[in-house]
């Protein structure tokens, strides 16, 4: 589900770095070691209307950028989790390229859905809508990097987007292992709405206790591999009934798609 930021910053960067230094001649692209030096770009949140659904956006815009990146998060599509790895993308790159997250529908800190499921086939027209309303205007090649199964929703995107340049999947969904007991749980669980409807109801009950107990009960259960960034979007988001809930419905559709 959510991967460290080091680890997903290592697989993206190569290809980006690359790209971005063609596209960039004659420009000084060297960076990293001036940049690193000046405060780090903080990545701001923005909410906007796509096909009528209220989404979270998290962006960096660059000054002189030469492409565009679209990143689309895996299960759960809660971008506040990336927002450590976008930043350092972005510093990495050398400012070079405006870099955009697209969390999924439903998976927010808001209830703006009102308890509605989303398939992945909602959220994949979802992100296709929004680059049609949003990005299909700019004059620069649009790089998608997916995370898990936003791997797969990327690898859908480009059946009907001619603006799209390259894809990147990190750590990409793109088969099941039969023989995952975990899978084999959280299928079991999903496929049953009593049951899926019984964990998010426990789960958000966590929720209302207080945020610092939430954060030291998550921080002890989870350990360092996490960092403050994402034990804060865990308890303003996961800890939701309908972005729980979404999140196991997702999980059903993409052991149905995938397999």
């Known amino acids: 589900m959510?991967?460290?930021?080091?680890?997903?910053?290592?697989?993206?960067?190569?290809?980006?770095?690359?790209?971005?230094?063609r596209r960039g001649r004659g420009r000084d692209m060297s960076c990293p070691n001036s940049l690193l030096s000046n405060p780090r770009k903080i990545a701001t949140l923005r909410l906007s209307k796509v096909s009528g659904h209220t989404t979270e956006l998290l962006e960096i815009q660059s000054d002189k950028p030469t492409c565009h990146v679209l990143f689309i998060p895996g299960n759960p599509g809660v971008v506040s989790f990336y927002k450590d790895f976008l930043e350092s993308l972005y510093e990495l790159l050398g400012a070079s390229a405006s870099v955009?997250?697209?969390?999924?529908?439903?998976?927010?800190?808001?209830?703006?859905e009102h308890g509605k499921l989303f398939s992945l086939q909602d959220q994949i027209d979802h992100k296709v809508d929004f680059i049609k309303q949003e990005l299909q205007n700019i004059e620069l090649p649009i790089i998608l990097v997916g995370h898990s199964i936003g791997s797969y929703i990327s690898l859908e995107m480009l059946r009907s987007l001619e603006k799209v340049t390259y894809l990147i999947g990190l750590y990409p969904f793109l088969m099941l292992n039969p023989l995952s007991k975990q899978q084999s749980n959280i299928e079991n669980?999903?496929?049953?709405s009593i049951l899926s409807?019984?964990?998010s109801f426990s789960v958000a009950t966590l929720g209302l206790?207080?945020?610092?107990?939430?954060?030291?009960?998550?921080?002890?259960?989870?350990?360092?591999?996490?960092?403050?960034?994402?034990?804060?979007?865990?308890?303003?988001?996961?800890?939701?009934?309908h972005t729980f809930r979404n999140m196991l419905y997702m999980a059903l559709m993409e052991f149905r798609k995938v397999q």
């Not at 959510?2 to 790209?19: M, V, Y």
């Not at 669980?189 to 049953?192: Q, Y």
Request: hydrophobic share 45%.
């Open 209 to 241: 206790l207080p945020q610092c107990t939430l954060r030291f009960m998550l921080s002890k259960s989870l350990g360092s591999s996490w960092s403050d960034t994402a034990i804060d979007a865990a308890c303003s988001h996961l800890l939701q009934y």
């Open 2 to 21: 959510i991967c460290s930021c080091r680890s997903l910053q290592a697989s993206a960067l190569s290809f980006l770095l690359f790209f971005t230094s």
């Open 189 to 192: 669980v999903a496929e049953s």
């Open 100 to 112: 955009t997250a697209i969390g999924h529908i439903s998976h927010t800190e808001k209830n703006w």
């Open 197 to 199: 409807a019984l964990l």
